[in-house]
């Protein structure tokens, strides 16, 4: 879950209903909450359109795992709740998973079946489905030669030996993998439903069955608003209490507000401008998330002085040293997000052994605190190792960041503190919506980008597979071999033991940070204001944040 999960406020107008509500001047107003209309409706904001609901094709799930299921769901604190699955067994070495199913119908009234799982997986790891995700099915058995087109998607290793049995075989142990078929990306899909909208098939809401607690219903494909109603064919029905979720596209802050307070919305996300003023107010809550802006430089630069640049140790370093990340969040930021210790965030893992998060063992000294006489030290010797006294660099800014309208305010910081103290450092921006960006990053045609990766599972390797060689988002080319060896004995050797397996993860983490694979800036705290009238929702900062099947609007 990356930088592509998150659009930016990019507006201060938005037409809703038929009105059109203009941002004001930011006053502090009234937040009582009015009773509700009948029914329970929930009523969110977000920030962009969505551009599809196949979950084959999909580029984010925060929502969707309200519409569609897996094997099982995200529950509360990252921990797996019941799905489709009705039980499971596992073998002595961890290899085969079987899976029950319980008896659970689509949308449509037709049962789901183990060969829809099996359709579902084989379409998704099929080269031209061209998922973005399809690295995630790593260790099922023959999934990457799948994937580079040297096997057929009939050698997957899933299987359906009768309606209600699926049949999962590893090539090797996988320590998360039941977190992982929380995921909707392993979830069924129909193979009639696929074949009957072929093209179609993910671009509207018509087009499509759920498995999920909820149904999707008003969305064209295009439009800036759409809903979830109750699903009543799913197996759970009788826990799900709400009848709908109302969506609405709202780009500007300001405006979510405005429609929050005149009892439009039940949450508002704030800007970072917002939260001094309701920070004390009793519907103001927090959510923090597992997303991680970071620098990623380009080691592949066609400009030989830059890719000289971009290549040495010193000048990442320098870079990194010369960003005092305790003033970038409280003070730039200021709306509650954290210096990291690492490319993985906080409250992410805990030891195996001792119960220590993850985010403390990967601290390394010397590579993210704020010192500017060492980063100076380091800019010297890159200038001297290189030859290269001054260089201009461009920094590409995309929407990547959600409605979080942080990205101009870090970016121009970033500018004036290496220009500042990095002499002969020119900073040119280039801010671009979030699809050109992501065009950008994939073509190679940056020289450091701010992007950011969210975590798609609770364990570090879901960030630190990241950096590998080859892989589909390490766009700027990082490649270190003896970083592939430490997440290959981590996947594959130590699998198995998990202290060991979490030893190698610190030492990745760790060597990631000493060479500045990439250079880490925050991580992600949402405040929004949040009606006292809504209980219930399940948000985790991984994976499918947002939960919706337990929760309840009241009076």
Known sequence: MNGRKFIKTVGSVVVLGGLLLLAACGQKQATTTTKQNAG?????????????????????????????ESFYRLGENGKVAPGLAKSVKVS?????????????KWSNGDPITAQDFVYSWRRTVTPATKSQ?????????NANAINEGKQEPQTLGISAPNDQTVVVQLEKAIPYFKVLMAYPLFGPQSEKIVK?????????????????????????????????????????????????????????AQTSLDLYQSEKLDLSKLSNEQVPTYENDPEYTQYPYSYVSYLSYNYASPDADKKKILNNR????????????????????????????GFVSTDLAKSPSDGVDFSQDQKTKGTMTYDLSAAKKHWAAAQKATGVKKITLTLLAGND?????????????????????????????RAVPSSVASSERQAGNFDIALTGWGADFNDPISFLQIPETG???????????????????ASNADAGNAEKRWSDLVAASQMLMKEQGVTPLYQSVYSYLQKSTVKGIIHNTAGTQWNYKYATVGK
């Open 40 to 68: 329970q409706v929930l009523r969110l904001p977000v920030a962009a359109q969505m551009n599809t609901i196949d979950i084959s094709a999909s580029s984010g799930y925060g929502q969707t795992g309200n519409i569609f």
């Open 92 to 104: 002595a070495d961890g290899l085969q998973y079987t899976f029950t199913l319980r008896q659970a």
């Open 133 to 141: 995700y399809a690295y995630l099915f790593d260790g099922i058995k």
């Open 196 to 252: 009957k909208y072929g093209k179609k098939y993910g671009t509207n809401s018509k087009y499509m069955v759920y498995s999920g607690p909820f149904k999707m219903t008003g969305w064209k494909g295009t439009n800036n608003s759409w809903q979830f109603v109750r699903n009543n064919q799913y197996w759970d029905a009788d826990k799900v209490k709400l009848d709908k979720i109302t969506y609405a596209v709202v780009t500007n």
């Open 314 to 341: 010193d000048a990442r370093l320098a870079i990194s040293l010369a960003i005092n990340r305790k003033q970038l969040t409280k003070k730039v930021l200021g709306n509650g997000s954290l210096v990291p210790t």
């Open 401 to 429: 960041n959600g409605d979080d309208p942080s990205t101009n305010i870090v970016i121009q910081y970033l500018k004036g503190q290496l220009e500042k103290e990095l002499t002969g450092m020119t900073i040119k921006i």
């Open 471 to 489: 892989t589909p988002y390490n766009y700027g080319k990082y490649s270190n071999a003896q970083y592939d060896a430490l997440i290959a004995q």
